[in-house]
């Protein structure tokens, strides 16, 4: 039975008048996300290339300057690290704006962000060390990515993700927390007796959820496969 014209144009008012899931994500959110996506390939790029620079530089300078490692081997160390130094604190701030977009909305979202930020900067204020402000905004960040992982292994709705099924949310999640470990290990743990347990632990996250979202595209593949 062929459908009329009234009857689409009535189907077209339903569908576009429906709802969408709570965890479905609009233009907006997705604009967000692929913002942050953006900004910390664009710093991690920048931290690779003046890597890449650094090294060929020091190659070039050991061969080429008698008594470089004497006379100007801290110098250009000192140098290096004044360049990476906010790039690194900018990619810290990006990755820990990544979790609260799960739990929050874009407008809460801005406030749980910035209150995040002030904490740490309190803690960097009142400590007088930078590092420590950091630690204690990873330290949040952390915190939260524990409770969105826990909820997405419960099945809860409501959890902004661009990923698909529990299994890929799980370990896009675990990716997450196990960057924020190795972030507060580089930040905060350099010298602590703790830092290898959380080395180990963020290596643990960071496998862990790297196999789950493996798994979990391959058997959305083959399922896919299957039923065509």
């Given at each position: 039975?062929?459908?009329?014209?009234?009857?689409?144009?009535?189907?077209?008012?339903?569908?576009?008048?429906?709802?969408?899931?709570?965890?479905?994500?609009?233009?907006?959110?997705?604009?967000?996300?692929?913002?942050?996506?953006?900004?910390?390939?664009?710093?991690?790029?920048?931290?690779?290339?003046?890597?890449?620079?650094?090294?060929?530089?020091?190659?070039?300078?050991?061969?080429?300057?008698?008594?470089?490692?004497?006379?100007?081997?801290?110098?250009?160390?000192?140098?290096?690290?004044?360049?990476?130094?906010?790039?690194?604190?900018?990619?810290?701030?990006?990755?820990?704006?990544?979790?609260p977009k799960r739990l929050f909305s874009r407008t809460m979202l801005v406030g749980v962000s910035a209150g995040?930020?002030?904490?740490?900067?309190?803690?960097?204020?009142?400590?007088?060390?930078?590092?420590?402000?950091?630690?204690?905004?990873?330290?949040?960040?952390?915190?939260?990515?524990?409770?969105?992982?826990?909820?997405?292994?419960?099945?809860?709705?409501?959890?902004?993700?661009?990923?698909?099924?529990?299994?890929?949310?799980?370990?896009?999640?675990?990716?997450?927390?196990?960057?924020?470990?190795?972030?507060?290990?580089?930040?905060?743990?350099?010298?602590?007796?703790?830092?290898?347990?959380?080395?180990?632990?963020?290596?643990?996250?960071?496998?862990?959820?790297?196999?789950?979202?493996?798994?979990?595209?391959?058997?959305?593949?083959?399922?896919?496969?299957?039923?065509?």
């Amino acid at each position: 039975m062929s459908e009329t014209p009234d009857d689409a144009a009535a189907d077209g008012a339903m569908i576009a008048e429906s709802p969408l899931p709570s965890n479905d994500r609009g233009p907006a959110t997705i604009g967000w996300d692929f913002s942050l996506m953006l900004a910390t390939v664009a710093l991690l790029g920048f931290l690779g290339l003046q890597s890449l620079v650094g090294t060929l530089y020091t190659w070039w300078a050991y061969r080429s300057i008698p008594g470089w490692e004497q006379t100007g081997y801290e110098g250009f160390v000192l140098a290096m690290n004044a360049v990476a130094a906010p790039v690194v604190i900018a990619l810290v701030v990006v990755m820990g704006l990544c979790v609260p977009k799960r739990l929050f909305s874009r407008t809460m979202l801005v406030g749980v962000s910035a209150g995040m930020l002030a904490v740490g900067a309190a803690g960097a204020v009142i400590t007088e060390s930078l590092a420590t402000g950091l630690a204690v905004y990873l330290a949040l960040s952390g915190l939260i990515q524990v409770a969105v992982v826990v909820l997405t292994l419960a099945g809860a709705g409501g959890l902004a993700y661009i990923t698909e099924g529990r299994l890929a949310k799980a370990g896009s999640g675990l990716l997450h927390l196990g960057f924020i470990v190795f972030a507060l290990v580089m930040v905060a743990l350099q010298k602590s007796p703790l830092m290898m347990p959380a080395f180990m632990l963020s290596g643990v996250l960071l496998t862990g959820g790297s196999a789950m979202s493996f798994y979990a595209r391959q058997t959305r593949g083959a399922l896919h496969v299957h039923g065509a």
